[in-house]
């Protein structure tokens, strides 16, 4: 698992080489942007449950057909299930917002994902919208309290990216 700094460490170890002004410039970035992440990382810890319900509770209005029978999330189990896997992508996109790295994401998230789904039949199309709702959810808390930027959206972009890749 990798983070801002740690993967830049490694790429500059690997080349034996010192921090040129590339190097300074992304670390500058990084611990610039390091209060606004933690304080977005708290805001999330604080309201997960409800920033996952909304987010949820939106999907399925857009897309009702998704509880009623035959729907993928339809018996309150599987109902449950996608709550916990929407809980997961907001924990993980957590994890990476604070890194600045999305290598958790791909490690323990993404890795073999769309073959489980698409073994269970759950649908990666609202699956993608669901991780936008999130998104959406994160920013327009973050906006209240005056922080903004592209590392909020990162990680869950990473996400949908990472869904909805053809394979090769
Ligand atoms: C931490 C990393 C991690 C992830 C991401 C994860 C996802 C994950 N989601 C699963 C199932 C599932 N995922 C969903 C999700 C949905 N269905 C819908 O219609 C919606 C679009 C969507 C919610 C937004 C559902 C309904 C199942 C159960 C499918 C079934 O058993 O038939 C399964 C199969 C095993 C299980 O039921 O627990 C996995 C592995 N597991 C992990 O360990």
Partial sequence: MQDAITSLISRYDVAGRYFDRNGIDRLQSYFDTGMARIQVAQMINGDAANLVRTAASQLFTEQPELIRPGGNAYTTRRYATCL??????????????????????????????RETYNSLGVPLGPSVRGIQNLKEQVQAMATQAGIGGDFISEPFDHLTQGLSEQDV
């Fill in 84 to 113: 916990r896997d929407m809980e997961y992508f907001l924990r993980y996109a957590t994890y990476a917002l604070v890194a600045g790295n999305t290598d958790v994401l791909d490690e323990r998230v993404l890795e073999g994902l």
